[in-house]
């Protein structure tokens, strides 16, 4: 079956790096998204990786390795406004998008 | 600015009521997609459309029904809700053809079903 795994829940220092793992098997593989959520609001896009290696914007970085099924997400000089849950998300060979069920960023002061 | 729009944000209805979710997007999208998120799940894909008059079942779609007669609108039909309907509904829609497409969406509809 298809499945993405991630830690439900993870806690980190203001102004620290956290990496947010993901691992994924899918049938076939498209590309991978990181979205984020603020509770009680829609998912935004972050990243999206189809090649191997590291894509950097800003603060937040997304990592690809295809071999491992394996991605992760880096946030460094944590804001309490990352406070969030980052959702992951693989696209299968016919372009379907199997999630995750997100990882509960929690920034403590 | 183009945005897409959920309604209503909140509803509470009773088993076996009829319920419908509407969706509108100016984005001028062609794909739509809805989701239900439950606690514990990641986003499931109830119904997608990849343009007018084109409707699919996703992996969750017993008990529900889309139509599309315009690229703006992709209203969600519970025909008989169910307490297992509760949950937060997302509209999501995306532009160009097939293949890897970021998506946009809405605010949700928390809909509890009593």
């Known amino acids: 079956g298809q499945n993405i795994d991630q830690p439900t829940e993870m806690t980190a220092t203001e102004g620290a790096i956290v990496q947010i793992n993901c691992t994924y098997q899918t049938s076939g593989f498209n590309g991978l998204f990181w979205y984020q959520q603020h509770a009680g609001e829609a998912p935004t896009f972050l990243s999206y990786n189809v090649l191997d290696g590291l894509e950097e914007k800003g603060r937040f970085s997304s990592f690809l390795s295809r071999s491992k099924g394996y991605s992760y997400l880096l946030l460094k000089e944590l804001q309490m406004k990352d406070s969030a849950s980052y959702l992951c998300a693989a696209y299968d060979s016919n372009y379907q998008l199997i999630w995750g069920a997100g990882t509960k960023l929690i920034i403590k002061p | 600015d183009a945005e897409i729009t959920q309604s209503p944000r909140h509803k509470i209805t009773e088993t076996g009521r009829q319920v419908t979710l509407a969706c509108h997007q100016t984005w001028n999208h062609n794909n739509m997609f809805w989701y239900r998120q439950d606690l514990g799940h990641g986003l499931r894909l109830i119904h997608y459309?990849?343009?007018?008059?084109?409707?699919n079942k996703g992996e969750v779609s017993d008990g529900y029904s889309v139509s599309r007669s315009n690229t703006e609108d992709l209203p969600l039909t519970l025909e008989s809700a169910a307490s297992s309907q509760t949950s937060v509904y997302f509209c999501a829609s995306s532009g160009g053809e097939a293949g890897a497409n970021v998506l946009t969406f809405g605010a949700g509809s928390r809909l509890t079903v009593l």
């Open positions: 459309s990849y343009g007018v008059q084109d409707t």
